[in-house]
């Protein structure tokens, strides 16, 4: 693999979802290694990220509904990754449908129109456009949709579950966790992955040089790909 550019060689990448648990641990990642010379995170409100971040990270603040309004924010990077995403729980269907695949796609057109070269999706196991199942018939959908924009790369992750340590308390989501947490320990990549693991895959898809035009990677080979890059401090 490739070694990391100092400084990102000019280089410039936006990130979308950056308060999710992904997002965040994808952010350490990209200033711990300094891919990009600028790092941009678009979301709807300010992060708190601390000091050494705020002075590596610049924000731009959007309305997601009026989302054309914003263009700009997305002028100028050559890398988009996208963690964006909600449940259905939190926000219903239809909110879950417009922020999984709406806000996604649309953010996609205008990272194109802004001259984005490789855009880095997280997906989910399973997506499938002809799903009976709302959450994963988005995903597919919003795939779909992501590859029409004609990317000069286009990188789909599908994890499984993820692994983490979450903010917010969800009783049953965690205990779910702590079993997979087991289970991973017997089939590593089979139904889970951390979120650390996937943050350095989407970073090694930016390292790696790219053939296809639109790269599809399950979750062994986001496990595989995580491990191919060595995790800080190493």
Known sequence: MAAAPSGGSGRTCFVLGGSGETGRALLRELLSRRLFARVTLIGRRRLSLGPEADAAVEQAVVDFERLGEHAAAFQGHDVGFCCLGTTRAKAGADGFVRVDRDYVAQAAE?????????????????????????????????????????????????????????????????????????????????????????????????LQPGEEKVKVLENKAIHELGKAVPQQGM
């Open 110 to 206: 205008l990272a194109r129109a802004g001259g984005c070269k490789h855009f880095i999706l997280q997906s989910s196991q399973g997506a499938n456009a002809q799903s009976s199942f709302l959450y994963l018939r988005v995903k597919g959908e919003v795939e779909n949709l992501v590859q029409a924009v004609g990317f000069d790369r286009c990188t789909i992750l599908r994890p499984a579950v993820l692994l983490c340590k979450r903010q917010e308390s969800r009783p049953m989501e965690w205990v779910t966790r702590q079993f997979l947490g087991v289970v991973a320990r017997v089939f590593p990549t089979a139904y889970s992955v951390p979120v650390e693991t996937v943050a350095r895959a989407m970073v090694a898809c930016v």
